[in-house]
C-alpha cells in the first residue's frame, strides 16, 4: 500500500506569492490534516478535511487555506507569501476521524525569499 | 499555552541500553497518545500509541506507559540501537471540542544512542 505522497518536495517562492501543495493520502483513508513544522514553533495543526469538508482549524491567518476532493486528496493554499512562512509542510492522513493513527508524507519544503 | 510538553530537549544513551523518553500534558480532554520518530527534512513516522483506556502498550521493542492521573506518559525502547537516534515528539488527540481531528505535539526531544 501506498503511503502519504507530498508534491512537491521543494518550493522556493518570493514574497507576495501564493503557492498551492498537493497531498494523497494513504488508498482508503478519509481525513487529511496539514501541519507546519519551523524551529521556533515545532508542529502545528493547521486543519483537516473529511468528505471535503474542513472539520477542524488551527490558529493560522486566512492566508492558510485547503480543500479536500471527492477522492480524499488535499490541496492547501497560501497566499501572499511571507518570509516567516518558510516551514516544511506535512500532511497526515488517518483511516477516519478520531482517534486512530496518522500517517505522515515527507513533507513539502517552503522557502520564501 | 503548550499542552503537550517534552521537557528534555535531548537524551543520550549507550547501544543496549534503556530510552525512557517523558511527556506532560496538561489538556484533560486528550485520550489517545501516539509517539512519532522522526529525521530532519522528512515526515514524522508513527511508532506506538495509546488510549487512555490503558495504562501500557508494547510493540517490540517501545513500551507506551500512561498515568492518567499524573497526565504523563513515557515511551521506553529496550534495547536502544544507534539508528534509533533522532527526534521524538509525543502527541495527543481528543474526542472533544476543538481537540477532535488534530494532533497537538510536543517540541521533541533528540535521542543520540553511541556505539
Known amino acids: 500500500k501506498a503511503g502519504v505522497t507530498q508534491t512537491p518536495r521543494y518550493l522556493i517562492k518570493t514574497r507576495g506569492q501564493q503557492v498551492t501543495l498537493s497531498c494523497s493520502p494513504i488508498s482508503g483513508h478519509r481525513s487529511v490534516s496539514w501541519y507546519q513544522q519551523t524551529p521556533g514553533q515545532g508542529l502545528q495543526f493547521l486543519f483537516e478535511y473529511f468528505s471535503e469538508t474542513q472539520r477542524n482549524k488551527g490558529n493560522f491567518p486566512g492566508r492558510f487555506s485547503g480543500r479536500q476532493f471527492s477522492n480524499s486528496r488535499s490541496e492547501m493554499n497560501v497566499s501572499t507569501l511571507e518570509l516567516g512562512d518558510s516551514a516544511l509542510y506535512l500532511c497526515?492522513?488517518?483511516?477516519?476521524?478520531?482517534?486512530?493513527?496518522?500517517?505522515f508524507g515527507q513533507g513539502t519544503r517552503l522557502t520564501v525569499v | 499555552d503548550q499542552q503537550v510538553k517534552q521537557n528534555s530537549p535531548s537524551l543520550s544513551v549507550q547501544e543496549g541500553r534503556i530510552s525512557i523518553l517523558n511527556c506532560d500534558y496538561t489538556?484533560?480532554?486528550?485520550?489517545?497518545f501516539l509517539w512519532y520518530k522522526k529525521y530532519p527534512a522528512e515526515g514524522p513516522t508513527f511508532l506506538i500509541s495509546?488510549?487512555?483506556?490503558?495504562d501500557k502498550n508494547e510493540d517490540g521493542r517501545f513500551t507506551v506507559f500512561l498515568n492518567k492521573s499524573a497526565k504523563h506518559l513515557s515511551l521506553h525502547i529496550v534495547p536502544s540501537q544507534p539508528g534509533d537516534s533522532a527526534v521524538y515528539f509525543c502527541a495527543a488527540s481528543g474526542v472533544g471540542g476543538t481537540s477532535y481531528g488534530k494532533l497537538t505535539f510536543g517540541q521533541g526531544t533528540i535521542l543520540t544512542v553511541h556505539p
Open positions: 495509546i488510549s487512555s483506556i490503558k
Open positions: 489538556n484533560s480532554m486528550f485520550d489517545y
Open positions: 497526515a492522513s488517518t483511516q477516519d476521524r478520531g482517534n486512530t493513527e496518522a500517517f
